[in-house]
T-cell receptor, first 114, second 114 residues
Framework: NAGVMQNPRHLVRRRGQEARLRCSPVKGHSHVYWYRQLPEEGLKFMVY????????ESGMPKERFSAEFPKEGPSILRIQQVVRGDSAAYFC????????????FGEGSWLTVV | SQQGEEDPQALSIQEGENATMNCSYK?????LQWYRQNSGRGLVHLIL?????REKHSGRLRVTLDTSKKSSSLLITASRAADTASYFCATVPNSGGSNYKLTFGKGTLLTVNP
């Protein structure tokens, strides 16, 4: 009964390095979402993807951030040239459809930029 | 205030007591979902309630929805120390092309004392 799998769980990067976060959705789910949680805050939507397509990236910073969900393999959230303000928990979620469905979250990837 | 705003921000009770958390929102919704998050962990989905439903139960959890007041409540009965966590409500809008996007509040931190 594998849920949403994220790795790494914890990641430390120096300023200027790249962070690459991976997400495998629940088996059979083709809709993937990324959310970010800053300390003491609720989650904020970043991007919504279906296989090979970005549907909505309105919550993602215009620069340094990118996401993909290839035909084969996990979804990747990539942050280039990380800065201290990128330190946060990044959660991936998936659902079987986009409308009115329960959305299941992974355990998160906790990024610390030093 | 933001969509999906919970109150109180923090709640401390004794084991065996009931805990009630409230959530208010602003726009028309398709559904509202409650999640639990233990410190440093991912989100666990608790209940989804649709806009045409007024009440749902799951074990010791009871969720109500009042669309006329744009509010929901989560009741946990006979609380246990293991219920200690942050609880978030998240809304999915009913309009436009964003009917997949969860909007979270900042959560209620529940502490159940043994």
């Amino acid at each position: 009964n594998a849920g949403v799998m994220q790795n790494p769980r914890h990641l430390v990067r120096r300023r200027g390095q790249e962070a690459r976060l991976r997400c495998s959705p629940v088996k059979g789910h083709s809709h993937v979402y990324w959310y970010r949680q800053l300390p003491e805050e609720g989650l904020k939507f970043m991007v919504y993807l279906q296989k090979e397509n970005i549907i909505d990236e309105s919550g993602m910073p215009k620069e340094r951030f990118s996401a993909e969900f290839p035909k084969e393999g996990p979804s990747i959230l990539r942050i280039q040239q990380v800065v201290r303000g990128d330190s946060a928990a990044y959660f991936c979620a998936s659902s079987p459809g986009s409308y009115g469905n329960t959305i299941y979250f992974g355990e998160g990837s906790w990024l610390t930029v030093v | 205030s933001q969509q999906g705003e919970e109150d109180p921000q923090a709640l401390s009770i004794q084991e065996g007591e009931n805990a009630t958390m409230n959530c208010s929102y602003k726009t028309s919704i398709n559904n509202l979902q409650w999640y639990r998050q233990n410190s440093g962990r991912g989100l666990v989905h608790l209940i989804l309630i649709r806009s045409n439903e007024r009440e749902k139960h799951s074990g010791r959890l009871r969720v109500t929805l009042d669309t006329s007041k744009k509010s929901s409540s989560l009741l946990i009965t006979a609380s246990r120390a293991a219920d200690t966590a942050s609880y978030f409500c998240a809304t999915v809008p009913n309009s436009g092309g964003s009917n997949y996007k969860l909007t979270f509040g900042k959560g209620t931190l529940l502490t159940v004392n043994p």
